[in-house]
T-cell receptor
Framework: GEDVEQSLFLSVREGDSSVINCTYT??????LYWYKQEPGAGLQLLTY?????DMKQDQRLTVLLNKKDKHLSLRIADTQTGDSAIYFC????????????FGQGTTLQVKP | GAVVSQHPSRVICKSGTSVKIECRSL??????MFWYRQFPKQSLMLMAT?????????EQGVEKDKFLINHASLTLSTLTVTSAHPEDSSFYIC???????????FGPGTRLTVL
């Protein structure tokens, strides 16, 4: 079946890089996404990557995709206290249906 | 751009009453809207997908008679929780997509508490 797994917690110091990892099982994924959720709020789309790409960089964010291992990562450079939130990866399993499968979310704690 | 709002942001109701939650796309026309449910410290679970002008498609295990979804226009979808019970207490989040369902924009969520 479709499954997306993430580690639950990551703690880093301000200014360090954060790397949040995600694995998925469905090899037919078309898009893979990273969302950010702050306490009591909805989800903010951070970035996404098409399944035929290996890497995508957007300012402080770098997404790496290893399709062979079904592994996705999000690197946040120069992590700030405002980056503290829950980060969800999600895969779009069937193109043009919009159905997303979410991971459990990784809580990122940034210490000053 | 791509702003989605939800109303109300928080609602407390008595057991047995019905609650309506609105989801609006403010600056784009949403051909497809999605309703999710999120329990504390858990991930989002898709409840249903709705396309404007047609019946919603519910995920397995979601009672369509309990969670009524209406997508009457390209900017508005509503979720009505009928005869709510304490176990329906949750965070309900909607999302909307325009021409490509592969890109969804999420609302801020509605916290429902049923006493």
């Amino acid at each position: 079946g479709e499954d997306v797994e993430q580690s639950l917690f990551l703690s880093v110091r301000e200014g360090d890089s954060s790397v949040i990892n995600c694995t998925y099982t469905d090899s037919s994924s078309t898009y893979l996404y990273w969302y950010k959720q702050e306490p009591g709020a909805g989800l903010q789309l951070l970035t996404y990557i098409f399944s035929n790409m290996d890497m995508k960089q957007d300012q402080r964010l770098t997404v790496l995709l290893n399709k062979k291992d079904k592994h996705l990562s999000l690197r946040i450079a120069d992590t700030q206290t405002g980056d503290s939130a829950i980060y969800f990866c999600a895969e779009s399993i069937r193109s043009n249906t919009g159905k997303l499968i979410f991971g459990q979310g990784t809580t990122l704690q940034v210490k000053p | 751009g791509a702003v989605v709002s939800q109303h109300p942001s928080r609602v407390i109701c008595k057991s047995g009453t019905s609650v309506k939650i609105e989801c609006r796309s403010l600056d784009f026309q949403a051909t497809t809207m999605f309703w999710y449910r999120q329990f504390p410290k858990q991930s989002l679970m898709l409840m249903a997908t709705s396309n404007e002008g047609s019946k919603a498609t519910y995920e397995q295990g979601v009672e369509k008679d309990k969670f009524l979804i209406n997508h009457a226009s390209l900017t508005l979808s509503t979720l009505t929780v009928t005869s709510a019970h304490p176990e329906d207490s949750s965070f309900y989040i909607c999302s909307a997509s325009a021409s490509s369902p592969d890109t969804q924009y999420f609302g801020p969520g509605t916290r429902l508490t049923v006493l």
